[in-house]
């Protein structure tokens, strides 16, 4: 990791090439700072186009800044913080930990913007999420509370190129020892901590014999599970504790990298060698904004846990008005649209990123957001909002609450839902692609397929923009009574991601993919 940090300090980007450019995909600006794509020079530029962001905007309240345990995410949050405070930001930060999980930054700023309507705060977070140790990230969260839309980062990522082009003369600094100095110590674990009874039922889960196990994976969920157990008195045990930039501990996944997946088999593999010793067990991500759940049945598919989560959630606060809506990507499983339906509930299907649940959230439309790859966070119990941002350790929590009271393990409630509703059959294809085939889908014209037919059954629907928000998808969803598939690009890798999805089995799901890959050779072609 060495020499990743030395290249972070002294390697000076070129932002006349694209892939060494500040770049907003889903999750913020992503890189490797050996690459040129993370290095000081990008977070000093990114900084200081959100200070600037912020001042035009009027947002004028302090900015919670928080970090993960990637070796990149201490240089750049040093960085940012000495930009932020030289700017004469008011930044709050962990008071009694180095480390800042995402939805403990979301839910400081909601907090702080409760009732106001001036000063409101905003947050920066530094994280490459699950993505291996070498990887940097950071990311920028709105008032709202959750991820900044595309006109903001739109805004920062433009005005962010424009300063390194100007080899970033006009960004203000302060020492680290004197931006340290002013930055404003926050207990945001422990508000975070002390306010869970507010969304899930922590006194059953308290009351409950369960033995429970959580595996921060290396990351900022360490010391919110260990204050959660403490806290509450819970038979948790955090059967990891260790900090190791590198993630040394970790098992390689699925391709031999070292990634904090823990929706993942393979890089969930210690945990999953110790399922019977626990009722259930968790994992997160590095930055805690996502879930994996184990109970005796192994790992949850996060489509399948989205789907029991949304079912228990509809059947246990009935504080929730009945005109809430159901929130989840296009990619999500269809098993989700069922579970919906039969609560009599509206779904509200939107293009891949959670920022599209945020407003939502915010303003308590929406009770549940979640997408599948094992984000999601949901509404009080009184139907406020929690967090505007994926939340890992809430959903955690929920599993832990479901057991509790139903005394059904999550993976025994999938099965109820499966035959109920029949068993859907998902798998995603990655594929590498070019910089201009990226591009392509953006072009991609539905006017052009004269695909009638998907495996087999009639096509109901050829889709370009989500039936949730209208949002353009950046690519294209099919689907049929019985299946579906989706392609869009990567908003942070070079390659473009096909989903596909049936109900009528694997070999219907193989011939849905293969008339997908068909289909898109035939649209792109025509791009």
């Known amino acids: 990791m060495q020499d990743a940090i030395r290249a972070f300090h002294d390697l000076t980007p070129d932002p006349t090439h694209p892939a060494q450019a500040v770049s907003f995909g889903t999750s913020g600006h992503r890189g490797r700072s050996e690459a040129g794509s993370f290095n000081r020079e990008h977070i000093l530029a990114i900084t200081q186009a959100v200070v600037d962001y912020r001042r035009q905007a009027g947002i004028s309240g302090p900015l919670f800044l928080g970090r993960d345990s990637h070796a990149l995410s201490r240089p750049a949050w040093e960085t940012a913080l000495r930009v932020l405070v030289g700017n004469g930001v008011e930044v709050r930060i962990e008071r009694d930990s180095p480390l800042t999980a995402t939805?403990?930054?979301?839910?400081?700023?909601?907090?702080?913007?409760?009732?106001?309507?001036?000063?409101?705060?905003?947050?920066?977070?530094?994280?490459?999420?699950?993505?291996?140790?070498?990887?940097?990230?950071?990311?920028?969260?709105?008032?709202?509370?959750?991820?900044?839309?595309?006109?903001?980062?739109?805004?920062?990522?433009?005005?962010?190129?424009?300063?390194?082009?100007?080899?970033?003369?006009?960004?203000?600094?302060v020492s680290l020892e004197a931006a340290l100095a002013q930055a404003v110590r926050h207990d945001m674990l422990g508000d975070y901590v002390e306010s869970l009874g507010e969304v899930v039922d922590m006194a059953a889960i308290a009351a409950s014999t369960l033995r429970l196990a959580a595996d921060p994976m290396g990351g900022t969920a360490l010391p919110v599970w260990q204050a959660i157990a403490e806290r509450y008195d819970l038979n948790l045990a955090v059967v990891n504790t260790q900090l190791d930039e590198s993630f040394a501990f970790m098992p390689p996944d699925h391709d031999g990298k070292i990634r904090m997946d823990c929706s993942s088999a393979a890089a969930m593999a210690k945990?999953?060698?110790?399922?019977?010793?626990?009722?259930?067990?968790f994992g997160n991500d590095p930055d805690a904004d996502r879930h994996g759940i184990?109970?005796?049945?192994?790992?949850?598919?996060?489509?399948?846990?989205?789907?029991?989560?949304?079912?228990?959630l509809l059947t246990q606060r009935p504080?929730?008005?009945?005109?809430?809506?159901?929130?989840?990507?296009?990619?999500?499983s269809s098993l989700i649209d069922r579970v919906v339906a039969e609560h009599g509930r509206e779904l509200y299907e939107v293009p891949v990123g959670f920022k599209w649940f945020v407003d939502g959230l915010h303003q308590g439309w929406l009770a549940f957001g979640g997408e599948e790859s094992a984000g999601a966070s949901f509404l009080t119990r009184k139907g406020r909002p929690w967090s505007t941002d994926k939340d890992g350790i809430l959903l955690c929590l929920l599993a832990a609450e479901m057991m509790a009271v139903t005394g059904q393990r999550p993976?025994?409630?999938?099965?109820?839902?499966?035959?109920?509703?029949?068993?859907?059959?998902?798998?995603?294809?990655?594929?590498?692609?070019s910089r201009e085939q990226q591009q392509a889908f953006k072009a991609l014209d539905v006017g052009n397929l004269s695909i009638e037919r998907l495996a087999g059954d009639p096509v109901a629907q050829v889709l370009a923009s989500a039936p949730g928000n209208q949002a353009p998808i950046g690519g294209i969803k099919v689907t049929t009574a019985?299946?579906?598939?989706?392609?869009?690009?990567?908003?942070?890798?070079?390659?473009?991601?096909?989903?596909?999805?049936?109900?009528?089995?694997?070999?219907?799901?193989?011939?849905?993919?293969?008339?997908?890959?068909?289909?898109?050779?035939?649209l792109l072609g025509a791009a």
Not at 271 to 281: H, I, N, T
Not at 300 to 309: D, F, G, K, S, T
């Open 294 to 312: 184990v109970d005796a049945g192994g790992l949850m598919n996060p489509n399948h846990y989205l789907a029991v989560a949304i079912g228990y």
């Open 482 to 522: 019985n299946g579906w598939f989706a392609v869009r690009p990567s908003g942070t890798e070079p390659l473009y991601k096909l989903y596909a999805e049936s109900f009528r089995g694997k070999m219907h799901l193989d011939e849905l993919i293969e008339d997908a890959l068909s289909c898109l050779d035939e």
């Open 319 to 332: 504080e929730w008005g009945e005109t809430l809506k159901i929130g989840k990507t296009l990619v999500s």
């Open 103 to 173: 939805p403990l930054v979301s839910h400081a700023i909601l907090r702080h913007n409760h009732g106001r309507d001036s000063e409101l705060a905003d947050g920066l977070i530094i994280t490459p999420s699950h993505n291996p140790p070498e990887d940097g990230g950071i990311k920028y969260n709105l008032p709202h509370g959750g991820p900044a839309d595309t006109e903001a980062t739109g805004w920062i990522e433009h005005y962010a190129n424009q300063l390194l082009a100007e080899g970033l003369a006009s960004v203000e600094r």
């Open 411 to 433: 993976s025994e409630r999938y099965q109820a839902l499966v035959a109920r509703h029949g068993e859907p059959h998902y798998r995603r294809v990655d594929t590498p692609c």
């Open 271 to 281: 945990l999953l060698e110790r399922k019977d010793d626990f009722d259930l067990a």
